[in-house]
């Protein structure tokens, strides 16, 4: 179900303000969604943030498995101060920097014979993936693709991400697909 532009400046308030929070209280924004009931459905969100065009922090749940609003809250606050990839973000740091949320549809299995019929089926710039060999997993929103845009590429650096060679292949890898509805904002 597509948001309306007032559930999209919700979520991007309260992503805001949950950073902001958290750099006065050290923890995630509480949230009550009473005022905006579809916001309290279960939903999955990623929360990226850029400063001067440059990946900040992004956290983010792949399965719905809480109110969308707090998921929001939750992942934007993580981003901001639990990304392993960079330190906890600074108050200085807020001016300039972008708030991107990508509500994510529930994952879909793909079935697939080999690695050239999964090329196959994986739709550039509209897939999101999930890769899954054994106990490494990885996931690269349908963004990525603007980095990444051939399907090779996107599926091999996905590899790497779960921690896989490039190259490898096994017969036992799982992939779901998803798709986000993005959208985002900066402070000014």
Not at 85 to 108: H, K, M, T, Y
Request: glycine letters at 8%; proline letters at 8%.
């Amino acid at each position: 179900m597509p948001l309306n532009e007032s559930q999209r400046a919700v979520l991007l308030l309260t992503a805001r303000q949950s950073i902001e929070h958290g750099l006065r209280h050290k923890g995630p924004l509480p949230v009550a969604a009473r005022e905006h009931p579809p916001l309290e459905e279960p939903g999955a969100s990623f929360v990226t943030l850029h400063r001067q065009g440059q990946l900040r922090g992004c956290i983010g749940s792949l399965e719905a498995y809480r109110p969308l609003l707090a998921d929001v809250a939750e992942n934007a606050y993580a981003a901001a101060f639990r990304d392993p990839r960079f330190p906890a973000l600074q108050a200085r740091e807020l001016d300039g920097l972008s708030v991107d949320i990508s509500i994510l549809s529930a994952p879909e299995p793909l079935h697939f014979d080999s690695e050239q019929d999964l090329l196959t089926r994986i739709r550039p710039g509209i897939d999101g993936l999930i890769l899954q060999a054994g106990t490494r997993r990885g996931t690269f929103l349908p963004s990525v693709w603007e980095s990444l845009p051939a399907s090779r590429d996107f599926l091999q650096h996905l590899k790497l991400k779960a921690g896989l060679p490039g190259d490898y292949w096994a017969d036992t890898i799982k992939v779901w697909r998803y798709i986000t509805e993005s959208f985002g904002d900066s402070y000014a």
